[in-house]
């Protein structure tokens, strides 16, 4: 448990199955309140059937995970880790966060970054964590630079928002095991 900084206790766990409805009603939320992120108002396209199935299979993974921010019993930010099987490249995951907007500059993305990359450091098995920003999410970019991320490459317009592309910055982090 990590206390805000509006004084409110936030707790974080990995997902389980039975959270898959709050999630994906979660992830609609976020997706219609920021135009950083690449999911949208629709959310993530999965059934809420997939969704389980997602989670459950996670549970039994190392590399591939879903952690989620609570407050007042409430899931308010989810932060997640991918990776592909294959051998040779399975210790590099991508992480990727999002967080209610009432809840921003809270301190919530810090604490469930910081909870991820020790989950990251306790695996032994990761030892990257890469990820993308938009370059304009200037508050992101602070909070991995601060976490210890190094800026590695650019994608040039990256992301379209109506008529507007936007450049992603790709950030990485590397585990001292």
């Known amino acids: 448990m990590k206390f805000l900084k509006d004084n409110r206790i936030l707790s974080i766990r990995e997902a389980k199955p039975e959270d898959a409805e709050a999630i994906l009603t979660t992830l609609k939320k976020i997706g ?15 059934t809420l059937e997939q969704e389980k199935e997602y989670l459950e299979k996670n549970l039994k993974s190392v590399n591939n995970k879903t952690f989620i921010g609570i407050v007042d019993n409430q899931i308010i930010a989810t932060c ?75 994608f040039t317009d990256k992301m379209k928002i109506g008529d507007k592309y936007y450049d992603n910055l790709i950030y990485e982090l590397t585990m001292k095991h």
Do not use: Q
Request: with cysteine.
């Open 80 to 154: 997640g880790l991918t990776a592909s099987n294959r051998e040779r490249v399975k210790h590099n995951v991508v992480i990727g966060i999002s967080i209610l907007k009432d809840f921003w500059h809270l301190g919530v993305g810090t604490h469930l970054m910081e909870y991820v990359i020790n989950y990251c450091h306790m695996t032994k098995e990761i030892r990257n964590i890469e990820l993308e920003v938009r370059a304009d999410n200037v508050h992101a970019i602070h909070l991995y630079e601060k976490l210890g991320f190094k800026y590695v490459g650019k």
């Open 32 to 46: 219609g309140e920021s135009d950083y992120l690449v999911i949208d108002a629709n959310g993530v396209p999965l």
